[in-house]
């Protein structure tokens, strides 16, 4: 197997790969994943495209380090330069689904050219993918059926349109069908939160503060093994705050907690609290609480 990633720039040389026949639009395609071929000596490419994919009765494919296993229907997003892997078993008998592959030319001077960066999802980690309801899978690949249908007609002047069309409207249902995910998967949710206020709590009680300074939103992420990304979108679905905010809010309740119930100074409290400079720490207090610091001390003499 090769060690290094293959790197992947065009539609037709997927096609190549996969032994198919010439690609109908050299910039927008899709592959049927059961014909994905096991023989090709790669097992880690990088596509210079965008990649939809829904996959169903796959446990051995490999998004960056993670592993997918799972049995209903399973959509995953990879924007240009990601890493796709495949296990050393190969491609499973049983995979079903389709990959949908974009390059960003296609996009060019559309709508979604721009807009296709505020879908987040497709920074998520292969452990956040997103699992369909039967009715939702139907849906998505009613939509994929328009996309394909379309570019493997004759083009005309309004093939183009109608394909960014339909692929805003996919990406729009993906979009929804995540933050209902978000709300759905209660208990791999909050224990994703009970993990966060973990965390935070012992970072704050401890001298990481002193010796680290503020806990950073990667750092965060990284202990809670989902992408800051994800994580972003999650807190911001159950909770109005995105992970920074969390952080802060953590910041201000232990500047509260020192500030009236100990005798130390503003500065050696900001300086405890991982700030550098006193008027940093004083300015952030003020943000959060409509007060100084001084002014919250001597609400409690």
Same mark, same amino acid.
């Given at each position: ?20 026949p010439?690609?109908?639009?050299? +910039? ?16 880690a ?11 169903? &009765? ?14 209903? &229907? +399973?959509m ?12 050393? #078993?190969?491609?499973?008998? #049983? +995979?079903?689904?389709?990959?949908l ?5 296609f ?9 296709i ?8 980690a292969?452990?956040?993918?997103l699992?369909?309801?039967g ?5 998505? #690949? ?5 996309i394909?249908?379309?570019y ?20 729009n ?8 995910q978000?709300?759905?998967r209660k ?18 009680? &401890?001298?990481?503060?002193i ?11 990284? #202990? ?6 994800y ?31 100990t005798?130390l ?7 405890? +609290? ?28």
């Open positions: 197997m090769t060690e290094k990633p293959y790197r992947i720039k065009s539609i037709t040389e997927i096609h190549r790969l996969m032994e198919l010439k690609p109908h639009h050299p +910039l927008i395609g899709m592959i049927d994943v059961s014909r994905l071929k096991n023989d090709t000596g790669i097992n490419v990088i596509f210079d495209l965008y990649v939809i994919s829904l996959k169903r &009765g796959c446990d051995k494919l490999l998004y960056g380090q993670q592993k997918y296993d799972f049995d209903e &229907g +399973l995953a997003f990879m924007s240009p330069g990601q890493i796709l892997r495949g296990e050393e #078993n190969g491609v499973p008998s #049983n +995979l079903e689904g389709w990959m592959f974009i390059h960003p030319d996009l060019w001077n559309t709508s979604l050219a721009k807009k960066k505020k879908y987040e999802f497709f920074d998520y292969s452990n956040e993918a699992f369909l309801s009715k939702e899978e139907m849906l998505i #690949n009613g939509i994929m059926e328009n394909e249908n379309e493997e007609a004759n083009i005309d002047k309004f093939s183009h349109d109608i394909i960014i069309s339909n692929l805003e409207t996919l990406l249902y993906a979009e929804r069908f995540y933050q209902r978000f709300i759905t208990i791999t949710n909050h224990q994703i939160l009970d993990k966060l206020e973990k965390l935070l709590s012992d970072y704050f009680n &401890g001298d990481d503060l010796t680290k300074g503020l806990p950073t939103v990667q750092y965060i992420s990284d #202990n809670l093994n989902v992408s800051s990304t994580l972003r979108s999650l807190l911001k679905t159950l909770t109005g705050q995105n992970t920074q905010q969390h952080i802060h809010d953590k910041l201000i309740e232990k500047a509260k907690e020192k500030l009236s119930t005798d100074s503003v500065s050696e409290i900001a300086y405890e +609290l991982g700030f550098e400079h006193l008027q940093s720490f004083s300015k952030l207090f003020k943000t959060k609480t409509k007060v100084s610091p001084l002014e919250f001390r001597k609400s409690f003499n």
